[in-house]
């Protein structure tokens, strides 16, 4: 996955903090890739395992895989029956994971005294989570996971999101089954399950980040220790890097999504959505910023007048291509064309200097360093760039790439990616207050 070699590799640039050390990375020879950074301004110190497996890659039928594996690496193991997550809270850690399309990961931030502590659990639950995976605990996790997706979803936004993603990411792209992910986790079954983790989740595959009150020297004795002798129990053949997948769009498209009935009242919905570049890619960074300024002036134009409840914008970095997205959802008496029309004002107006580019361009920097100073977020950052990206991206790099931006990049950005470029609309009607579509009798 990650080139590398089994001596210490320490890199040269300098950290953007003080009292940080530079990164040190390392490779066992099972392909496991080791980052540590000593930071002894805390007396915390956060780790991160990030595996480079992802929603883009279950099998379309199996929707929540990875999700599931998050979950089961959080469960019990070997030697923890009670629960990794559970032992790292009784000392005094706070546990987590993730799964994005790129990477499924956990993480954790412990007090310093039990930092060896919590390498053992990570190598312990990456070695013999199997061993206790049985179909009771993946019932449990099922039944999780299906609670979580219910908080986050409905039948509205996986269709939606379907019928956006389809024209951005087509078949054959990476991404093309992220769309309508109504996780299937019924049809996970326990040996598709087990052989999933087997033949994905092996440390070739894995990237394990350190940071905090540690010494390097001691935390690549411990690494070895516990790591080194972990190995896939199939004949494992570590994933080829998938690079960044262009996509462009010849022409706007449109698509009306049927409305539906309701209980209550009903407002329109309006979204766009354009792809964008992948995450590190040259105007990523330009389009979060832009991303911000865009934020700030619709909710002046829109939301404040009553014209809209709500106006969300983002830019989602994906590691092989990205989505710009404006959502308005709109009060009821203001049509659609009308929103439309004025936001494509307000994106010509981002042609002339402004000073919410500078103030905005000023937050991200604030918002990256802020958020850096947890240890986990730290370490969790390094993980999931080197796994996602296939390269291991300094944080002192990712901020600095906001820090170099300069307002024409902002501007520049906008016109090229987003004002003038093809995109997709969708055009839909939506009950703010209910989750689910209900029929009047």
Request: hydrophobic residues 40%.
């Amino acid at each position: 996955m990650l080139a590398g070699a089994c001596a210490l590799v320490v890199w040269q640039h300098g950290p953007a903090w003080a009292d940080a050390a530079p990164i040190t990375s390392k490779r066992l020879a099972n392909g496991l890739t080791i980052l540590i950074q000593e930071d002894h301004r805390l007396p915390s110190v956060g780790i991160a395992v990030a595996y480079a497996i992802g929603m883009r890659d279950e099998p379309p039928a199996l929707a929540g895989l990875c999700h599931v594996i998050e979950h089961a690496l959080l469960g019990p193991s070997l030697h923890v029956p009670e629960g990794t997550g559970v032992r790292i809270e009784r000392i005094g850690g706070v546990p987590n994971g993730r799964t994005t399309a790129d990477a499924t990961e956990t993480f954790e931030e412990l007090p310093s005294r039990y930092w060896e502590l919590g390498l053992w659990i990570e190598s312990d639950r990456m070695a013999y989570l199997l061993s206790v995976l049985d179909a009771a605990e993946l019932q449990r996790i099922r039944e999780t996971v299906k609670r979580e997706s219910e908080r986050r979803a409905n039948e509205y936004h996986d269709r939606l999101s379907e019928m956006s993603l389809e024209p951005i990411f087509p078949p054959g792209h990476p991404y093309a089954n992220l769309g309508g992910r109504s996780e299937a986790v019924d049809d996970i079954t326990l040996d598709y399950a087990r052989t999933f983790f087997q033949q994905h989740f092996g440390p070739a595959e894995a990237v394990l980040a350190i940071v905090g009150d540690i010494d390097t020297e001691r935390a690549s004795d411990a690494v070895n220790k516990y790591f080194a002798s972990i190995t896939s129990s199939m004949t494992f053949e570590p994933r080829a890097m998938l690079s960044a997948a262009s996509v462009k769009l010849e022409a706007d498209e449109e698509r009306v999504l049927a409305p539906g009935l309701y209980r209550n009242w009903r407002y329109e919905r309006l979204d766009m959505m354009w792809p964008t570049p992948a995450w590190f890619e040259p105007g990523d960074a330009e389009l979060d910023v832009l991303a911000s300024v865009l934020q700030a002036r619709l909710f002046k134009r829109f939301v404040l007048p009553a014209s809209a409840f709500s106006v969300t914008v983002r830019q989602e970095s994906l590691a092989l291509g990205s989505v710009f997205t404006i959502q308005f959802d709109i009060i009821p008496g203001h049509a659609l064309d009308e929103i439309q029309s004025e936001l494509i004002q307000e994106l010509q107006d981002l042609s002339r200097p402004s000073a919410a580019i500078a103030r905005a361009r000023s937050r991200w920097r604030i918002r990256q360093i802020g958020q850096l100073d947890n240890m986990w977020e730290r370490a969790s950052r390094l993980a999931r760039t080197a796994a996602g990206l296939g390269h291991a991206s300094s944080i002192e790099s990712d901020v600095r790439r906001y820090e170099l931006l300069r307002d024409e990049d902002i501007r520049r950005a906008a016109d090229h990616f987003i004002a003038h470029a093809p995109h997709v609309i969708v055009r839909s009607e939506f009950n703010k207050f209910m989750r689910q579509p209900r029929p009047v009798n």
